[in-house]
C-alpha cells in the first residue's frame, strides 16, 4: 500500500511540475511577435492612411507603423483585410493588431486591446457636387440610397441615427467602395470618416466631384490600434513608443504631411 500511495505521490508530483512549467513556458503576445520579427499589420487602403504612390505604400498610417515599429525592434508587414472580418484575423494571429483609423468603443474595448488614442474623427456626408443642400433633413432623405463601411463607425451611423430613418441603407465592404458608388450615382449618400476626406477627395483627387455635406456630421470619435484581448505587455510597448513619438515631434511631422495635424491628438 505504501508503495501504490509512493508512486501515486510521485506520479502527481511530475504532472504538477510538468503543468508549472508549461504555464511558466508560455510566451506572452509581445514575445511571441519579437520572435517573430515582424508586426503584422491589419490595414485596408485609403488615402491619407494606406495607399499606393508609385508601387509604393504609404500614408500616415503607414509611416506611423514603421515608426512604432522600429521602435519595438520588429519590422512592420502591412496585409490587406476584410474590415468585416478584423477581429476573426486578430485572434486567428493571421494579422498582429489592426491599424487603420480604428475608432474606439466600448464594444471593440470589450473584445480586444486597444492603444491610447492618436487622433480625433468624426463620420460625414458625401454627395455628388450640387446636391450639396438637398440632403439637410430627415424628410429629405426618404428613400435615398446611403451606404457606409460594413462594421465601421459610419454604418453605425447610418442604423441608428435618427436622421436617417427614412433613407434605404446598403453596407458595402470598403470605405473606398463608398466612394466609388457615390461617384458613380449607384449611392446618393456616402457616409465616411472625415479623415478619410482629407486625402481623397476636393481638387486634384480621382474625386473632385464629390463633396462634404457643411453642418452634418455625427459620432464624434477617436481612432486607436487594437491588439489581442489580454495583451498588456505588447499594448504598454506600444503605447510608449507612441509617447516618445509624440515628444521627439515624429508624430506631428507625419501629421503634416498627410495634412492631418488638426485632427492629430498631441498631448
Do not use: H
Amino acid at each position: 500500500m505504501k508503495k501504490v500511495l509512493s508512486a501515486f505521490l510521485t506520479l502527481t508530483l511530475l504532472l504538477l511540475t510538468l503543468s508549472l512549467s508549461s504555464c511558466s513556458s508560455e510566451k506572452t503576445d509581445l514575445e511571441y511577435i519579437k520572435d517573430k520579427g515582424e508586426m503584422i499589420i491589419g490595414i485596408t487602403y485609403f488615402k491619407p492612411m494606406n495607399y499606393f504612390e508609385n508601387d509604393e505604400l504609404v500614408g500616415f498610417e503607414t509611416e506611423f507603423a514603421k515608426a512604432v515599429c522600429a521602435e519595438l525592434g520588429v519590422t512592420p508587414k502591412f496585409q490587406e483585410i476584410d474590415w468585416n472580418a478584423k477581429e476573426t484575423e486578430l485572434n486567428a494571429k493571421n494579422i498582429d493588431c489592426i491599424w487603420n483609423g480604428m475608432t474606439i468603443t466600448d464594444e471593440r474595448k470589450e473584445a480586444m486591446d486597444i492603444s491610447i488614442p492618436y487622433m480625433n474623427n468624426k463620420q460625414v456626408m458625401i454627395v455628388k457636387k450640387g446636391n450639396e443642400n438637398k440632403y439637410t433633413t430627415p424628410e429629405s432623405l426618404k428613400d435615398a440610397k446611403v451606404v457606409a463601411e460594413a462594421k465601421s463607425a459610419g454604418a453605425d451611423v447610418a442604423k441608428t441615427d435618427e436622421f436617417f430613418k427614412l433613407a434605404s441603407y446598403t453596407d458595402v465592404d470598403s470605405q473606398a467602395k463608398v466612394l466609388l458608388e457615390v461617384k458613380s450615382g449607384v449611392a446618393d449618400i456616402g457616409i465616411i470618416d472625415y479623415v478619410m476626406t482629407i486625402g481623397s477627395i476636393g481638387e486634384n483627387t480621382d474625386y473632385s466631384d464629390l463633396v462634404i455635406v457643411e453642418g452634418k456630421s455625427f459620432a464624434d470619435e477617436q481612432y486607436g490600434i487594437a491588439f489581442r484581448k489580454n495583451s498588456p505587455e505588447t499594448l504598454k510597448a506600444v503605447n510608449e513608443a507612441i509617447e516618445k513619438l509624440r515628444r521627439d515631434g515624429t508624430l506631428l511631422k507625419l501629421a503634416e504631411k498627410y495634412n492631418l495635424q488638426d485632427v492629430l491628438i498631441k498631448n
